[in-house]
C-alpha cells in the first residue's frame, strides 16, 4: 500500500521560511516524479513545483519562482520543498503527489499539510 507522509506546515510570519516534507513508502520511489501542489480556500488545487525521478529537472509555477526550491533524496524516499520569502498569498493546504507512466498512469497523493502566512 502507498503512502505519502507530508510534514512541516505551520505558521509562520510573512518573510519566513518553512520547509516541507514528504515521505514516501510502499512504492519504488526513484522511479516516480514528484510533485507539490497547493490548494487555498475557494481555490482550485494548482501545481508549484515538480521535479523528475531522477531529480535532475525541476519546475516552478512562475509565483514562486525564486522563492522556492524542491528537491529530494532517492534513498531516503523523501521529497522536500523549501519555501523563502512566504507571502500570504502562499497561504494553503500543500500536497506532495507521485505521479508516472509505466503502462498505465499511476498517481498517489499526500494527505496535505496546512501553511499559513501571517503576522
Same mark, same amino acid.
Given at each position: 500500500?502507498?503512502? &505519502?507522509?507530508g510534514?512541516g506546515? +505551520?505558521?509562520v510570519?510573512? $518573510?519566513?521560511? &518553512?520547509?516541507?516534507?514528504?515521505?514516501?513508502? +510502499?512504492?519504488?520511489?526513484?522511479?516516480?516524479?514528484?510533485?507539490w501542489?497547493?490548494?487555498?480556500p475557494? %481555490?482550485?488545487?494548482? &501545481?508549484?513545483?515538480?521535479?523528475t525521478?531522477? $531529480?535532475?529537472t525541476?519546475?516552478?509555477?512562475?509565483? *514562486? %519562482?525564486?522563492?522556492?526550491?524542491?528537491?529530494?533524496?532517492?534513498? %531516503?524516499?523523501? *521529497?522536500?520543498?523549501?519555501?523563502?520569502? &512566504? %507571502?500570504p498569498?502562499?497561504?494553503?493546504?500543500?500536497?506532495?503527489?507521485?505521479?508516472?507512466?509505466?503502462? *498505465?498512469?499511476e498517481?498517489?497523493?499526500?494527505?496535505?499539510?496546512?501553511?499559513?502566512?501571517?503576522?
Amino acid at each position: 500500500q502507498v503512502h &505519502l507522509v507530508g510534514s512541516g506546515g +505551520g505558521l509562520v510570519q510573512p $518573510g519566513g521560511s &518553512l520547509r516541507l516534507s514528504c515521505k514516501a513508502s +510502499g512504492l519504488t520511489f526513484s522511479t516516480y516524479a514528484m510533485s507539490w501542489y497547493r490548494q487555498a480556500p475557494g %481555490k482550485e488545487r494548482e &501545481l508549484v513545483a515538480h521535479i523528475t525521478s531522477t $531529480g535532475d529537472t525541476t519546475n516552478y509555477t512562475d509565483s *514562486v %519562482k525564486g522563492r522556492f526550491t524542491i528537491s529530494r533524496d532517492n534513498d %531516503k524516499y523523501t *521529497v522536500y520543498l523549501q519555501m523563502n520569502s &512566504l %507571502k500570504p498569498e502562499d497561504t494553503a493546504v500543500y500536497y506532495c503527489n507521485a505521479h508516472r507512466v509505466v503502462i *498505465v498512469p499511476e498517481t498517489y497523493w499526500g494527505q496535505g499539510t496546512q501553511v499559513r502566512v501571517s503576522s
